[in-house]
Antibody, heavy 120, light 107 residues
């Protein structure tokens, strides 16, 4: 079964750090670009970051650039999001998603999400 | 950045109704437009890619059209399981922006 499973969310104080993980299974992880998307409580979807298949190229939303770092370990079939200098406005469910070039780069597989709460 | 504007932000409809949601891009995105469905507490699900390509397993009552800057998602014969939020997304350029969403509620 093709699957993405996020972990690592939780409660963190403002200014703190957290690392999210996304474990992939059921497909050739190293062949796909991957993304992080977040959703604040009661709000819409917001794209956060992207990494290419070998990890050599990354992009970030302006709101997280310089604070978040996306990375991947293709040997472990795992995507990461290192989040530093967290702010209250980073509170959201974070989803990882697979980008499929044959579908015009649509996000065809999503994880179940992991909740990050930034609060004192 | 390309801005995606969906309308309406919410709508009330009855089972069996025909529902249309529109999405407008701030610049031409060719057919790099996708539609997602999201139910409460669940991850988004890809319905349509490349403006009009229905994903495998998605009921044929869903359809998409458009190119350039104006796009439409149509649900013909709304079913109880279709009450959800719907998002458009452009994958023409980075950042991969989403519309603000349309919530389809039961009338």
């Amino acid at each position: 079964e093709v699957q993405l499973v996020e972990s690592g969310g939780g409660l963190v104080q403002p200014g703190g750090s957290l690392r999210l993980s996304c474990a992939a299974s059921g497909f050739t992880f190293r062949s796909y670009w991957m993304h992080w998307v977040r959703q604040a409580p009661g709000k819409g979807l917001v794209w956060v970051s992207r990494i290419n298949s070998d990890g050599s190229s990354t992009n970030y939303a302006a709101s997280v650039k310089g604070r978040f770092t996306i990375s991947r370990d293709n040997a472990k079939n795992t995507l990461y999001l290192q989040m530093n200098s967290l702010r209250a406005e980073d509170t959201a469910v974070y989803y990882c998603a697979r980008d499929t070039v044959t579908l015009n780069d649509a996000f065809d597989i999503w994880g179940q999400g992991t909740m990050v709460t930034v609060s004192s | 950045d390309i801005q995606m504007t969906q309308s309406p932000s919410s709508l009330s409809a009855s089972v069996g109704d025909r529902v249309t949601i529109t999405c407008r891009a701030s610049q031409s995105i060719s057919s790099y437009l996708n539609w997602y469905q999201q139910k409460p507490g669940k991850a988004p699900k890809l319905l349509i890619s490349a403006a009009s390509s229905l994903q495998s397993g998605v009921p044929s009552r869903f359809s998409g059209s458009g190119s350039g800057t104006d796009f439409t998602l149509t649900i013909t014969g709304l079913q109880p399981e279709d009450f959800a939020a719907y998002y458009c997304q452009q994958t023409y350029s980075t950042p991969r922006t989403f519309g603000q969403g349309t919530k389809v509620e039961i009338k």
